[in-house]
């Protein structure tokens, strides 16, 4: 204690050898790339906050159902929001000054009446310099609206992936999450608070196995195996308890935690720590998938910085993760 600390009686203070424990105030000015998003369908404000948090560089990924009004989609609905990204890059760059790029996919959550269509056209985009990724995509166990064929859905995303591994580009794969928490279901005809999707609109399962979502990520990996494409390329968004040890220990795919809607999946700072902790940084990623349809925050990958290192993780492992695997697969960012 300081002789001369002026308090009446001892406080907190009197009892600290020292000031403050050594705190990583590096990390409050390390850059970071989110390598999924949907930020083009975010607020100007929400945008803003990526650049005031210190974000470098993101995907924008210009892939979903949830932005085409017309079910099942159509192949011109498809490129609608790839032109509709394309229009809109530039001016958001220019506004928010991070580095603002493309991920153009074929998204199988609805089904798609002419996907050859959206198939024959995306090489061309393929090779414009603002398109740094494919996807997001790969099989997924239940579609919302009209449901598509397993056999259908793998040759799709084969498609994308033997275009991907011909431009060179990485493949954002959307893993399915499994359910977590609480299984109690929300009141029939309302839905999920915080998820803009109609309810009752989902449809039976096309994946008949005991653990749909980790087959889905199994038939992807497959599928990328068929296509030629690099697992190296392959960086499985929304990482979760249910498909890290099968996609650690039998592939060579990157892992992206999805943790700007925690509530929804059940992911978060914790267990993007926990699989550091026992597989490295390596292959290891972090996203915030934020888009307009969901309750998501923007400040999700600026927090989590603050959290690994909270849950022990050390300052260099912490910008592996969250800067230089991403610059390094997706070739963005300084
Ligand atoms: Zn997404």
Same mark, same amino acid.
């Given at each position: 204690?300081?002789?001369?600390?002026?308090?009446?009686?001892?406080?907190?203070?009197a009892?600290?050898? %020292?000031?403050? +424990?050594?705190v990583?105030t590096?990390?409050?000015n390390?850059p970071?790339?989110?390598?999924h998003? @949907?930020a @083009?369908?975010?607020?100007?404000?929400? /945008?803003?906050?990526?650049?005031?948090?210190?974000?470098?560089?993101?995907?924008m990924v210009?892939?979903g159902?949830?932005w085409?009004?017309?079910?099942?989609v159509?192949?011109?609905?498809?490129?609608?929001?790839?032109d509709?990204?394309?229009?809109?890059?530039?001016a958001?760059? /220019?506004?928010?000054?991070?580095?603002?790029n493309l991920?153009?996919?074929i998204?199988t959550g609805? /089904? $798609? %009446? #002419?996907?050859?269509?959206?198939?024959e056209?995306m090489?061309?985009?393929?090779?414009l310099?603002?398109v740094?990724?494919?996807g997001?995509?790969?099989?997924? +166990?239940?579609?919302?609206?009209?449901?598509w064929?397993l056999?259908?859905?793998r040759a799709?995303?084969?498609a994308?992936?033997?275009?991907?591994a011909? @431009?060179?580009?990485?493949v954002?794969?959307h893993? &399915?999450?499994?359910?977590? #928490?609480?299984d109690?279901?929300?009141?029939?005809g309302?839905?999920?608070?915080?998820?803009?999707?109609? &309810?009752?609109?989902?449809?039976?399962?096309?994946i008949?196995?005991?653990?749909p979502?980790?087959?889905?990520?199994?038939?992807?990996?497959e599928a990328?195996?068929d296509?030629?494409l690099?697992e %190296?390329?392959?960086v499985?968004?929304?990482?979760?308890g249910n498909?890290?040890?099968?996609?650690?220990?039998?592939?060579?795919?990157?892992?992206s =935690?999805t $943790?700007?809607?925690?509530?929804?999946?059940?992911?978060d700072?914790?267990d993007?720590?926990?699989?550091?902790?026992?597989?490295?940084?390596?292959r290891i990623m972090?996203?915030? #998938?934020?888009?307009?349809?969901?309750?998501?925050?923007?400040?999700?990958?600026?927090?989590a $910085?603050?959290?690994?290192?909270r =849950?022990?993780?050390?300052?260099?492992a $912490?910008?592996?993760?969250?800067l %230089?695997? &991403?610059?390094?697969?997706?070739?963005i960012?300084?």
């Open positions: 204690m300081s002789p001369t600390h002026p308090t009446k009686r001892p406080t907190d203070a009892h600290l050898d %020292e000031r403050s +424990p050594d990583p590096d990390l409050l390390l970071w790339i989110d390598v998003n @949907h @083009h369908t975010l607020s100007w404000t929400d /945008r803003e906050r990526y650049a005031l948090s210190g974000c470098e560089a993101m995907v210009a892939s159902y949830h085409t009004p017309y079910k099942p159509r192949a011109e609905d498809v490129r609608y929001l790839w509709d990204a394309l229009n809109r890059r530039a958001i760059e /220019r506004n928010h000054f991070f580095e603002a991920g153009l996919g998204h609805v /089904r $798609i %009446e #002419d996907p050859d269509k959206a198939l056209a090489a061309d985009y393929c090779a310099e603002e740094v990724a494919i997001e995509t790969g099989v997924t +166990p239940t579609q919302h609206v009209s449901s064929d056999d259908e859905q799709i995303v084969q994308q992936m033997e275009l991907a011909d @431009h060179e580009l990485p954002l794969l893993t &399915p999450n499994t359910s977590s #928490d609480s109690r279901s929300y009141r029939e309302i839905g999920t608070p915080g998820y803009e999707k109609n &309810p009752g609109l989902g449809q039976e399962p096309v008949d196995a005991e653990n979502a980790l087959e889905a990520v199994k038939i992807d990996v990328a195996r296509a030629g690099d %190296e390329q392959v499985a968004s929304h990482a979760d498909n890290t040890a099968y996609l650690m220990e039998e592939t060579d795919c990157y892992l =935690y $943790i700007g809607h925690s509530w929804l999946i059940g992911v700072a914790a993007v720590a926990d699989a550091i902790d026992e597989f490295g940084p390596e972090v996203d915030t #998938d934020c888009a307009n349809v969901l309750r998501t925050d923007p400040f999700a990958l600026k927090r $910085i603050l959290e690994l290192y =849950y022990g993780i050390d300052e260099e $912490i910008r592996r993760v969250v %230089e695997n &991403p610059r390094e697969v997706f070739d960012g300084q």
